[in-house]
């Protein structure tokens, strides 16, 4: 199961840590959603999901301000003795000194950020999903062809970095070579990435490993992109028979998802960069609602259609 550290957290979202006296390089984020606990400040701890960052915004602050004096204590120990992550107050609202005494004593880290409870808790969510959501990684090159991600495939040595330089070069920008680290944020949708070690090099067999942001500028590379469309290179085989005309999808699956996936004969004089541009192109267009393969078998039936008039 994916974790992301506290740490991680803190410096992502720009936190501003007021217990600084505890320890939390153990502390862990297990899941992407939050809580905002104003039911169990009022004493309801049903379905309390206290495994959760836990988000003070306006309106459970000034719930807070409102308990008397004498009930402050009883009522914050009882919710900071649950094993929370953190607890985040939005707004640059400052916890009253019993509430941060009673939690350095449950050892709870308390956060104060800048930012509106909406805006923090959105973006907050978005990120986590991202981080959290399940990941693999597989060989292959990622590149972002016209806003397209197109996930190239194939044996080692069958030229996919050779096809991305060549994108590069025209223009298209470079998400990963060699492994990619493709993670599912929802049931639609698949992100890739590269892993730290490796983003924004290629290796080329016999010149080596070249950095791509500093040959061609920040322009040619990016760190995620979603994966819209897989391309497998494979040898050719003159006793195989390709789809020549692309009536029907083939696809392949990543973590249960299911995206297009064209498989793509390789032989010498077939220019892979600019079959790997019109296969994006061409995907992109079919999104938008025209199919050239079934505007040609239209034309191909109208035809048809008509001779057989003709010969009546």
Same mark, same amino acid.
Request: charge should be negative.
């Given at each position: 199961?994916?974790?992301?550290?506290?740490?991680?957290?803190?410096?992502?979202?720009?936190?501003?840590?007021?217990?600084?006296?505890?320890?939390?390089?153990?502390?862990?984020?297990?899941?992407?959603?939050?809580?905002? @606990?104003?039911?169990?400040?009022?004493?309801?701890?049903?379905?309390?999901?206290?495994?959760?960052?836990?988000?003070?915004?306006?309106?459970?602050?000034?719930?807070?301000?409102?308990?008397?004096?004498?009930?402050?204590?009883?009522?914050?120990?009882?919710?900071?003795?649950?094993?929370? @992550?953190?607890?985040?107050?939005?707004?640059?609202?400052?916890?009253?000194?019993?509430?941060?005494?009673?939690?350095?004593?449950?050892?709870?880290?308390?956060?104060?950020?800048?930012?509106?409870?909406?805006?923090?808790?959105?973006?907050?969510?978005?990120?986590?999903?991202?981080?959290?959501? @399940?990941?693999?990684?597989?060989?292959?090159?990622?590149?972002?062809?016209?806003?397209?991600?197109?996930?190239?495939? #194939?044996?080692?040595?069958?030229?996919?970095?050779?096809?991305?330089?060549?994108?590069?070069?025209?223009?298209?920008?470079?998400?990963?070579?060699?492994?990619?680290?493709?993670?599912?944020?929802?049931?639609?949708?698949?992100?890739?990435?590269?892993?730290?070690?490796?983003?924004?090099?290629?290796?080329?067999?016999?010149?080596?490993?070249?950095?791509?942001?500093?040959?061609?500028?920040?322009?040619?590379?990016?760190?995620?992109?979603?994966?819209?469309?897989?391309?497998?290179?494979?040898?050719?085989?003159?006793?195989?028979?390709?789809?020549?005309? #692309?009536?029907?999808?083939?696809?392949?699956?990543?973590?249960?998802?299911?995206?297009?996936?064209?498989?793509? @004969?390789?032989?010498?004089?077939?220019?892979?960069?600019?079959?790997?541009?019109?296969?994006?192109?061409?995907?992109?267009?079919?999104?938008?609602?025209?199919?050239?393969?079934?505007?040609?078998?239209?034309?191909?039936?109208?035809?048809?259609?008509?001779?057989?008039?003709?010969?009546?």
């Amino acid at each position: 199961m994916s974790t992301v550290k506290l740490k991680t957290v803190i410096k992502k979202m720009e936190l501003e840590n007021l217990t600084p006296e505890l320890d939390i390089s153990r502390i862990r984020i297990h899941q992407p959603d939050i809580n905002r @606990p104003a039911l169990q400040l009022a004493g309801y701890f049903e379905h309390f999901e206290a495994t959760r960052l836990q988000i003070i915004g306006f309106v459970e602050y000034t719930y807070m301000e409102s308990i008397p004096i004498e009930e402050k204590e009883r009522v914050y120990r009882e919710f900071l003795s649950f094993d929370i @992550p953190c607890v985040v107050f939005c707004r640059n609202l400052i916890p009253d000194p019993v509430f941060v005494k009673i939690a350095i004593e449950e050892k709870v880290p308390i956060m104060v950020t800048k930012k509106p409870t909406s805006s923090f808790m959105a973006e907050i969510i978005r990120w986590l999903n991202v981080e959290l959501a @399940p990941c693999i990684s597989i060989h292959g090159v990622l590149v972002d062809v016209y806003g397209v991600g197109v996930l190239i495939t #194939g044996e080692s040595g069958i030229g996919k970095s050779e096809a991305a330089l060549e994108l590069i070069k025209r223009g298209h920008r470079l998400v990963s070579d060699d492994v990619v680290e493709i993670r599912k944020v929802s049931d639609v949708t698949l992100i890739g990435t590269a892993p730290d070690i490796t983003r924004h090099f290629i290796e080329l067999r016999g010149i080596g490993i070249v950095d791509v942001k500093t040959l061609f500028g920040v322009s040619s590379v990016r760190d995620t992109q979603n994966i819209d469309l897989a391309i497998k290179l494979e040898e050719w085989d003159k006793d195989k028979e390709y789809d020549r005309l #692309g009536l029907e999808e083939e696809y392949t699956e990543y973590l249960g998802n299911k995206i297009v996936c064209h498989r793509i @004969p390789i032989r010498p004089g077939r220019n892979l960069a600019i079959i790997c541009e019109s296969a994006a192109v061409n995907h992109r267009q079919k999104m938008m609602g025209y199919n050239a393969a079934q505007e040609l078998y239209n034309r191909v039936q109208n035809s048809l259609a008509k001779s057989r008039e003709d010969d009546d």
